[in-house]
């Protein structure tokens, strides 16, 4: 009887796993074949991108982050984020799912909402929006029908692209109206909030900033939604790491709806989440899937239930009020070498600085700034005269350094740092000296999920 043929006498190799077939002494083979799993690195199957991952972690280690907006999530949460969860498929809700296999998915999703709801005392939660945008489009398409009257900070004002801006879809698709802050103070101008309302009759009203370092009066706002029979949608984006600490007032149980990232002062993964009043999860869990999305991302899904276990621990208050401590520090000491602050300082995680007494345009102080190891973003000041790539302001925060565990000492030094810089953007010396400071104070300060 001959022997069976085989294909292959050597191996067979795929881009996953090596066939290793034995040689039969008579020229057939031996079967069954045995395997070996073989699944490269990602240094091995794409060094280009590992490479690139490894200039990330040495810059964001050696360097002064200060976009408000940014952070350094744990090694538990970028483990959770990058784990298999990500092979899975799971439209629908816990319970209510399209495919088989979510025993584990739904457990979840479960946790990451049961914990959000107790640690912002919220009635309803939806981890599933991509990010923060979608999270505000799901509250368009929950409540709102195409050109109904929305308002919301003007961008100018440090407002969001999402509440109404005119280059936003959230501009395009409905009838728009901006409100803004005193010239006096740059505070938001409720006396215009109200006016506006009153004659725009909103059926949103959004209260919420990306560049505004002041607390927000969501009652006030609720005074004015209830005045005009508005939804008031709160979104805290920003700040919800703050609230979640105890740091900044919460206006959950005020607000109809609130919106954030999980990302920012929250220090999760990339994503967003709804919270909102019962009467209104229907609505909104529906606009979220199927109205906007199709199958939720359950890795980050996973990375936002890790940030929210850590959220809940003593330290994360402690952390939420260091933040609002070092960005007023860094405010003062800043101020005391002759920078504008916008509103004259923060309450906040972040500082709006106006340039203008400096003759430094934001633009050309954020890239010195990065020259010499110390991270910000140019910004638009309210009431600016110049354009908005190439404005007056720079908006920098706290968040970041504060997780790394700098303190006042760090703010002072820092202010002291960013004076030199702004004084002489053009020294190339000096700002290469200046990032050698910088870097040899970094390196006792290690940031968490970057393991050497």
């Given at each position: 009887m ?11 190799t ?103 709801k ?17 999270a ?11 050109h ?64 505004y ?22 979104d ?19 607000a ?25 999860q ?5 606009a ?30 402690a ?17 005391s ?27 050309v ?43 006042a ?15 002489a ?28």
């Amino acid at each position: 009887m001959p022997e069976p043929s085989c294909p292959a006498t050597a191996g067979e190799t795929s881009i996953f796993t090596t066939r290793q077939t034995p040689i039969h002494p008579a020229g057939g083979c031996t079967l069954p074949a045995m395997k070996s799993a073989v699944d490269p690195s990602l240094a091995d199957r794409d060094p280009e991108i590992h490479a690139l991952i490894r200039e990330e972690e040495h810059r964001e280690t050696v360097k002064l982050r200060l976009i408000p907006s940014e952070n350094y999530a744990s090694r538990a949460v970028l483990e959770a984020s990058g784990s298999v969860l990500t092979n899975k498929y799971s439209e629908g809700y816990a319970g209510k799912r399209y495919y088989e296999g979510q025993q584990v998915i739904d457990q979840v999703e479960l946790l990451a909402c049961s914990r959000l709801k107790q640690i912002f005392g919220a009635e309803h939660v939806n981890v599933q929006p991509y990010s923060g945008s979608p999270a505000n489009l799901a509250v368009y398409l929950a409540f709102c029908q195409p050109h109904d009257p929305i308002m919301g900070l003007g961008l100018p004002a440090g407002g969001h692209l999402t509440h109404g801006w005119n280059v936003s879809i959230t501009g395009k698709y409905f009838n728009s109206r901006g409100y803004g802050v005193r010239k006096d103070d740059h505070r938001i101008d409720f006396d215009e909030v109200r006016a506006i309302a009153k004659e725009h009759k909103p059926k949103l009203l959004w209260c919420g900033t990306t560049a505004y370092p002041r607390i927000l009066d969501f009652a006030k706002f609720r005074e004015i939604a209830d005045e005009v029979g508005a939804i008031l949608c709160a979104d805290i984006a920003h700040i919800s790491g703050l609230v979640a600490g105890g740091a900044h007032p919460s206006p959950v149980g005020i607000a109809d709806v609130v919106t954030s990232t999980t990302h920012k002062t929250l220090r999760g993964p990339r994503g967003g989440l709804v919270m909102c009043k019962a009467e209104h999860q229907k609505a909104i869990d529906r606009a979220v899937f199927p109205g906007l999305q199709g199958g939720p991302h359950n890795h980050t899904t996973a990375g936002i239930a890790v940030a929210a276990k850590e959220a809940m621990a003593p330290e994360f208050k402690a952390y939420a009020r260091a933040v609002v401590d070092n960005a007023k520090t860094l405010g003062e000491a800043l101020a005391s070498k002759g920078f504008a602050l916008v509103t004259g300082g923060t309450d906040n995680h972040l500082l709006l600085l106006d340039l203008t007494p400096k003759n430094v345009p934001g633009k050309v102080a954020a890239q010195a700034l990065d020259k010499a190891g110390i991270v910000a973003n140019y910004n638009s000041i309210p009431f600016d005269p110049r354009k908005p790539f190439d404005p007056s302001g720079l908006r920098i925060g706290t968040p970041s350094i504060t997780t790394r565990g700098m303190g006042a000492t760090e703010m002072k030094q820092l202010a002291d740092w960013m004076d030199r810089v702004v004084a002489a953007p053009d020294d190339e010396a000096l700002l290469t000296k200046i990032a050698a400071e910088v870097s040899e104070v970094c390196a006792g300060f290690p940031p968490p999920g970057i393991v050497k």
